[in-house]
Every structure is written in C-alpha cells, then in structure tokens.
C-alpha cells in the first residue's frame, strides 16, 4: 500500500492524558500537512512539515499541540493532557518530493479521537 | 481574509439527475483549486487540480470548472455509489491550503 498511512484510526483518551498520533507520509514524500476536522466543519490546517523541520505551524494551538517529522520513521502529532475539545478527526495529507512541495495533497484514512 | 464557500450544504438527487456543485472564493493570488471526495469515516481522495480560468477536467461522470471567483463540479447521471461529501479548496499565494465546508451529496436509487 503506497498510500499514506494513520495510526491509531480510533483512540480514545480520559481529560489529562496524552495522545500520540502518526503518519507515515505515500512514498517518495517528503511534505506532511496535519488537518484537524469537527463534525459539520471544514477541514482546518494546522502544520506543514518537511523532514526534521516545521515550515508552518500557524494553525496550530500554542499550547499542548507539537509535531514532529523526524529523518527516520513517521510524523507524529502530539497532544499533551488533552480536553474534551480536543475531540475530532485529525488527518495527515502528503505532497511533494524533493525540496519543492507540489500543491496536490494525498490524505490519509485518519486518527478520530475521543477525549472522554 | 481568503474564504472558500461551497453550496448548497447539503443536495439530495434522484438516480440519474444531474445537477451542479458551487464552489466561490476569495483569495489573494490563486495557486490552485483542488476537489476531493469524502466518504464517511473516511480522510479525503482527490479528485481535481485547476490552475486557471477557463480550465476543465473531467473523471467519468464529474467535471471541475473553473472561473475567476468560483469553480463548479458538474455531476452527469449520477448513481448512488457517487453519494458522499464534496469539499473544495484553495491553495493561495501564502502557501496555505483553505478548505470549504463541503456539499454532502445523496443520490437516491
């Protein structure tokens, strides 16, 4: 399967603990793009990064949310002592080879989590 | 701000009708529009890239257009198993990628 790959699909987590979700990028990628989408709502970027380097976090939250993509091994979304909003589908897409990212993103199936 | 703004929200067509999606937008220097398709549960799977005015693409029975402020996916014959969530996005000259909302289609057999 070359496509872009998200684990857990599901997770579930009580108020105050610490999610961890990955994305292994399609291959031959090198840009990993993490979206976060509520029920009704669009999808709402919060950071692009290339290997081992954060190029855009500007939708991310400042506190509690970090992301990683690091030179070997997935991307990883950090969630610390999470809060019931922190409810949602959060999606990885991909793009790109090389330096230059290509606008078309691939995406993957997904991580929903549930904050109880 | 750039905003996309897709309508209607939500479309309900018998087998075979077509119809027409809308996409609008504003955004400062457009680098491209992309359509994906959303089945429930599932992340997103794109469909078209369009770059320019004027611009077509076509993928059995859908067809992206494009003008200078909004993009239309035209659905021909359509059949249930073209029932899902429609989302439009614009990709702007910052680099960011902004989503619509989405048009959640239903094709009635």
């Known amino acids: 399967n070359a496509g872009v790959m998200q684990n857990p699909r599901h997770l579930v987590r009580r108020r105050g603990q610490e999610a961890r979700l990955r994305c292994s990028p399609m291959k031959g990628h090198s840009h990993v793009y993490w979206y976060r989408q509520l029920p009704e709502e669009g999808l709402k970027f919060m950071v692009y990064?290339?290997?081992?380097?954060?190029?855009?976090e500007s939708g991310m939250p400042k506190e509690r949310f970090s992301a990683e993509f690091p030179k070997e091994g997935p991307s990883i979304l950090r969630i610390q002592q999470v809060v019931r909003g922190d409810s949602a589908a959060y999606f990885c897409a991909s793009s790109g080879t090389g330096d230059s990212p290509q606008e078309t993103q691939y995406f993957g199936p997904g991580t929903r989590l549930l904050v109880l | 701000e750039d905003q996309v703004t897709q309508s209607p929200e939500a479309l309900r067509l018998q087998e075979g009708e077509s119809s027409s999606l809308n996409c609008s937008y504003t955004v400062s220097g457009l680098r491209g529009l992309f359509w994906y398709r959303q089945d429930p549960g599932k992340g997103p799977e794109f469909l078209f890239t369009l770059y320019s005015a004027g611009e077509e693409k076509e993928k059995e029975r859908l067809k992206a257009t494009l003008t200078k402020k909004e993009s239309f996916l035209h659905i021909t014959a359509p059949k249930p198993e073209d029932s899902a969530t429609y989302l439009c996005a614009v990709h702007n000259r910052d680099d960011k990628i902004i989503f619509g909302k989405g048009t959640r289609l239903h094709i009635l057999p």
């Open positions: 990064l290339q290997k081992e380097n954060i190029i855009d």
